[in-house]
């Protein structure tokens, strides 16, 4: 295996991505030192649309011009928050997967400037979310809460908070980590009371599938457990089928006997309705729990579910 001499690195610009890149740096320079790396910040639509994402072309808002740097050449790795990957379709021809970095905390949390937690903020209060898991899961935790629509990247999804635009925000512990601000969470959610999205609190590092040398070298950063989580949340979106407006939810984990588990829901817009599914992966590959949850799902109406609300 011969180890390139220098790593071109593509991600987003926001402050949450370029933070994201900086660990991958370090654990390069740890894993292959004498290795140089050089940062290439893009910005994608989702960054620079702050509308509805259904509009432009939902989830791969967020990657497709950092996929784009990497079919060009003008890098050679991408970091990607694995929640924003597409998981409905295969990744783009020609690249791969090449590590999937040890999952940070895969909670949400409420960031409310008070110190508030959701059962002490009072009746109306705004809380600044768009994303349909959330809305879903508040309406029915806490009805007397008002969702409202809520976009940018989390700095300035504060900066909004502070200037009075919502009582307070949902927000993922990891991406608040990242960007070094776990100050503002006035309460952490647990999986029961706010079921993670797929993919939350990973880091994948994607390559060039011909670019051989280099899947070698990085594969060294994969986490092994984090790799069988990602396959199995993956997988079992990529057998249900949601679009951005689906309200899914779910997470595997593998215990401390070694054993996945896989854990899903799949909810009504009011979160009226909702559908759940947990599974032990046992003998199966984690692949095959992840289509083993959603067909679970499936036959308890998860088609019906996500084909009626509009997109
Ligand atoms: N949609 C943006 C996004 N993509 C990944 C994260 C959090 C970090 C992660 O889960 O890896 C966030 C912010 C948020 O939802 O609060």
Known sequence: M??????RIVSRDSPMALAQVERVRADLAAALPGVRTAVVPVRTTGDKWLGDLAQVEGKGAFTKEVDAALLTGEADLAVHCVKD??????LPAGTAFAAFLERDDVRDALVQLDGLTLDELPAGSRI???????????????PHLECVPFRGNANRRLAKLAAGEADALLLAVSGLERI???????????????????????????????DTDLIDAVSALGHPDTHREATAERMFLHVLQGHCNS???????????GELSLRACVFTPDGKVRLNAHEWAGR???????????????????REIIDGIPH
């Open 284 to 302: 199966l590959d984690p692949a095959t729990l992840g289509t083993s949850v959603a067909v679970a799902l499936l036959r308890q109406g998860a």
């Open 2 to 7: 011969s180890v390139p001499e220098l790593i």
């Open 85 to 90: 990957v597409p998981a409905d379709r295969p």
């Open 180 to 210: 070094g601000r776990r100050d503002v969470i006035s309460e952490l959610l647990s999986p029961e009371a706010m079921m993670p999205p797929i993919g939350a609190g990973i880091l994948a590092l994607q390559c060039r599938e011909d």
């Open 247 to 257: 309200p899914i939810a779910g997470y595997a984990r593998v215990d401390r006997s």
């Open 128 to 142: 600044g979310t768009s994303s349909v898991r959330r809305v879903a899961q508040l309406a029915v935790s806490h």
